[in-house]
């Protein structure tokens, strides 16, 4: 990360959070190509001498589909205006009813991407791409009905590991997040509980139910994970963002975890959209040289937005403030 300069403004003055939204959000609006109805919940890495991503773009027959695109500062998007065509991987299965709430990671030699993959229910699709041009489809991970997989972004134990949400073929009040290992991205088990919902009392912004978020950071403590948590309120569910740190080496052991969360819709551009009242993180860029992290996140379902915060703060933040 040191010869590529991850988007960054400084802590407003009169700020006290723990992140900062970027004073030009949303830095991709709903229209950004001439097909969609909403881009959102997306993924992007550093890419050469800029950056790369893969986009979630409904479009205005609100079919969700995922597309490549391309930025030289990580806040300006070049977006493809059809979406990816995947060839056979390790697999020949590649039918797909839709595709959503993608997730983009480096391992050893190639771009991995997961995602949210309709076959005969939402499941968890796997894929990967050397150039952000030419993808190839893998095996689905598990059985329907599974939400919010994110690939961990080196091998544990000689093993790819992923964090998912097993959950039904809805949008319904429950959901915890486990982690599943593979041995070459096509069979996977060792299926293990890591973090589950809060009661309403202790903290209730994430009572509801709770999904992984962007690719987990490996920090000194261990890994660094942004998660989504959720609240049904009286007006719906609410979408909020807090941090967990995972053990470095069996993370399915949470060390801390946030009581308070880190940001929560509070713009008009996070409360109102095609689903009012969600602040939801599938991407963050960091920099531990300069100990800066920018979270990508969609908002309300509709627009995608950044935040920024200090890697330092946020880890200390967690620690200090944790259930």
């Known amino acids: 990360m040191a010869s590529i300069h991850i988007p960054w403004q400084e802590r407003p003055k009169d700020c006290k959070d723990i992140l900062w939204r970027h004073t030009d959000n949303p830095i991709i ?20 001498d800029g950056f790369a991503g893969v986009f ?19 806040l300006d998007w070049e977006i493809e205006h059809d979406p990816i065509k995947f060839k056979e991987g390790n697999t020949q299965m590649i039918q797909s009813d839709y595709k959503y709430d993608p997730r983009v990671t ?100 994430q009572c509801a139910k709770i999904g992984a978020g962007p690719v987990p950071i490996l920090v000194n403590e261990g890994w660094l994970m942004f998660y989504h948590g959720v609240i049904n309120t009286c007006n719906g569910f609410r979408y909020s963002m807090g941090a967990a740190i995972l053990d470095r080496d069996n993370p399915d052991q949470v060390k801390y975890r946030t009581q308070p969360y880190l940001l929560s819709p509070q713009t008009q551009y996070e409360c109102v959209g095609d689903v009012p009242n969600v602040v939801f993180p599938c991407a963050a860029l960091h920099s531990e040289e300069e100990d800066r992290v920018a979270v990508y996140y969609g908002a309300a379902d509709t627009v995608t937005a950044v935040a920024y915060g200090r890697l330092s703060e946020i880890v200390k933040f967690t620690i200090e403030n944790s259930i």
């Open 29 to 48: 609006e709903r229209d950004a190509i001439p097909s969609s109805n909403s881009i959102f919940n997306s993924a992007v890495v550093p890419f050469q």
């Open 56 to 74: 979630r773009c409904d479009n205005k027959a609100v079919q969700m589909n995922i597309f490549a695109g391309f930025s030289k500062n990580g």
């Open 106 to 205: 480096f391992i050893e030699d190639r771009y991995w991407i997961s995602w949210c993959n309709g076959y005969h229910g939402p499941t968890i699709g796997i894929g990967y791409t050397f150039d952000f041009k030419e993808f190839f489809q893998c095996e689905n991970a598990f059985l329907p009905f599974n939400r919010n997989g994110v690939l961990f972004p080196q091998k544990i134990d000689g093993k790819y590991a992923m964090l998912s949400r097993p959950s039904d073929n809805g949008h319904t009040q429950f959901g915890d997040i486990y982690i599943s290992y593979s041995p070459d991205m096509k069979y996977w088990g060792e299926h293990r509980c890591v973090m589950k919902t809060t009661p309403f009392e202790l903290s209730a912004w």
